[in-house]
Each structure stands twice: as structure tokens, then as C-alpha cells.
């Protein structure tokens, strides 16, 4: 009666240990789990892109979780596909932050990547993700590069030129789509009613969007105002409003060539032109006639000359039949 009662104990003892084990031990892992932060290896949050420069190196990502900052090692992850590229933050500022690509994994993961794109973040050391899968696992994406040594992922060569620049080969010379100018000239002609030539400062500012690889639609409006016409007591207004379309050539010492054509309209405005003041009708008709002359609409022909200062500006001389100025732009 005594070894049952014993056997009895015993058998409750071990089924209130195996439970409290699993109980334990499922809390453990629970714990461990949420104990992990984003900053150890298998710990992944998301982000949501917010722009890809042209050449597709810069990354813009949202840090609405304030975990990136500047130095860290990341790995952009697709939740249905994969790892897609590494990269470096290298800055952080109003819950963004800047990363450079460093190497890229996959190519046909990387063409999904687009403005608006929600991707995993992995921060820090990523080296779990490639681990050696078993034989009978499909091996279809074998061909994935993956990290061989620490140095791999300070190798930039890889990426710039094998994958990345395959993706987003271009023939454009000036990569980014806009360039905005500010110039300056002289607008000269001939005053009727003197009979010599006057001049007035001409502002131009001019707006370039490249439509296709290295073709550009520019519009431009210049203003001039001159002093003394029609009269000492006045002043008038020249408007120029041009449009061109204009091709790159790349010239040498950081250099660009842009020949163009277009349509050009100048116009007058001066509210005493032509007013016939004591009677004399000669001197408004001589104005109108100015007037008359200054104003135009042609075809035009011409080159833009285009010199890098540093990289985003230039210094800028347009050579045409429409005007001759110098200036300077700047590219985003």
C-alpha cells in the first residue's frame, strides 16, 4: 500500500514539473524574443522609401521608429522575397535618413524597389540571412551573392559597377532632370527718335527639364528696363519669352555643349508710347516705330555652354540668335 501511495506522489510530482518546465520555459522564449532589439541581428522593423536619386547609389527612408542613425550598417529586406541590398546611413534629420548602397544582393528584388515601397530594415550584422541552406532545399536563387568576408561589405566595386549601374544604365551626361539658370546681358537697339542706340540690363532666368536622355525643353523670361524711352521723363519694359529644345554633347574639363532652337517673343510695355504730347505727331510716330522694331516673334538658333563649378552648379554663357548672356545653374 505504501510503494503505491509513493509510485502516486511521484507520478503528480513529475506532471506538475513537466507542466511548470513548459510554462517556464515558454515565458523564457517569450521574453527573449521581445528582449531582442532592433539593433541585434534577427531583430527587423519597417521603413517606407521616400525617394531614389537617378543613379539609384542615395536612399531617402523614413525613420519614423528613430532607430537609424548615422553609421549604421543596414540591410533593406523585401517581407515577401528577401534581402535586397546593404547599406550605410550616413545622415539622419527630421525623421529621415540618408543611406548609401553599398552592395546589392539581388537585382530582380532591387527592380521592385520604388518610391512608396515599405521595406524590412535589418540593423547591424546580417550574416544569419545567408547561412547554408540544406541540399534538399530548392536552390534557385543560388546565384545570390552573398558575404564571403567582413571586407565585402566595404567592397563598393562590386556594386557600383556589376549591378547597380546595370540596373540603371544611362546615357544621360547630366544625370539629374532639372537645371535652373540665372543670367545676365545687354538688350541693345536703336531709338528712332534720337537716332542712337540704347541699351538696359537684361535679368534672364531660365527652367530646363531633361524629357528624355540628354534632350531638354528650356523656357526662359527676360526682363529689361530702360530708362529714358520714349522720353527722359519714362520708362519702359522689354519682356523676352523663349522656348528652345536643346541636346547634350559632352565637351572636355567637365564640360557641356547644348545646341538649340526654338521660338523667341519680345515685347514692349510704356504706357507713353506713341502719345502724341504738344502736338508733335512725329516724335510718336518715330516711338511707334521703335516699339515696332524692338518687338518680334522668330525662330531662333543657338548653343549653351555649360562648365562645372562644383558638383550641382555651373557656370553657364548662352551664343544665339536670340540672346548673349553668361550665368550661372544649378542641377537637382
Given amino acids: 500500500m505504501g510503494q503505491k501511495l509513493l509510485k502516486t506522489k511521484l507520478s503528480l510530482f513529475c506532471c506538475v514539473l513537466s507542466f511548470a518546465y ?10 527573449m524574443s521581445t528582449a531582442i532589439t532592433p539593433g541585434e541581428s534577427k531583430a527587423s522593423f519597417s521603413e517606407v522609401i521616400n525617394i531614389i536619386s537617378r543613379s539609384g547609389k542615395i536612399f531617402i527612408l523614413s525613420n519614423s521608429n528613430q532607430i537609424l542613425g548615422k553609421g549604421d550598417f543596414i540591410t533593406l529586406s523585401l517581407k515577401s522575397d528577401g534581402p535586397v541590398a546593404r547599406a550605410i546611413v550616413a545622415k ?5 535618413a540618408g543611406i548609401k548602397i ?15 515601397t515599405t521595406v524590412d530594415i535589418i540593423k547591424g550584422d546580417d550574416s544569419f540571412l545567408f547561412a547554408p541552406k540544406k541540399a534538399t532545399e530548392n536552390t534557385a536563387e543560388s546565384s545570390t551573392p552573398s558575404i564571403d568576408s567582413e571586407e ?3 567592397n563598393e566595386e562590386t556594386m557600383l559597377n556589376d549591378t547597380i549601374s546595370e540596373f540603371n544604365r544611362s546615357n544621360r551626361y547630366i544625370k539629374p532632370d532639372n537645371i535652373v539658370t540665372a543670367a545676365y546681358n545687354q538688350f541693345r537697339f536703336n531709338n528712332k527718335v534720337t537716332d542712337d542706340v540704347m541699351a538696359g540690363n537684361q535679368f534672364s532666368f531660365t527652367w530646363g527639364y531633361q524629357f528624355s536622355d540628354n534632350y531638354w525643353i ?9 530708362d529714358g524711352f520714349p522720353d527722359q521723363a519714362s520708362a519702359s519694359v522689354i519682356h523676352n519669352i523663349t522656348a528652345r529644345i536643346k541636346y547634350t554633347f559632352k565637351a572636355p574639363f567637365y564640360s557641356y555643349v547644348m545646341p538649340y532652337a526654338g521660338f523667341q517673343t519680345i515685347s514692349v510695355s510704356g504706357p507713353d508710347i506713341g502719345t502724341v504730347i504738344d502736338g508733335d505727331t512725329l516724335r510718336a510716330q518715330l516711338e511707334t516705330e521703335t516699339k515696332n522694331d524692338i518687338e518680334k516673334t522668330q525662330i531662333i538658333l543657338g548653343a549653351t555652354l555649360l562648365k562645372r563649378l562644383v558638383p550641382g552648379w555651373f557656370f553657364k554663357a548662352d551664343i544665339g540668335t536670340d540672346i548673349l548672356s553668361i550665368g550661372f545653374g544649378i542641377e537637382f
Fill in 152 to 154: 565585402d561589405l566595404f
Fill in 102 to 116: 553599398v552592395k546589392v544582393y539581388s537585382l530582380s528584388r532591387w527592380k521592385k524597389l520604388s518610391k512608396g
Fill in 22 to 31: 513548459n510554462v517556464y520555459s515558454q515565458s523564457l522564449m517569450e521574453d
Fill in 92 to 96: 539622419t534629420e527630421d525623421a529621415q
Fill in 218 to 226: 528650356e523656357g526662359l523670361y527676360g526682363r529689361t528696363q530702360v
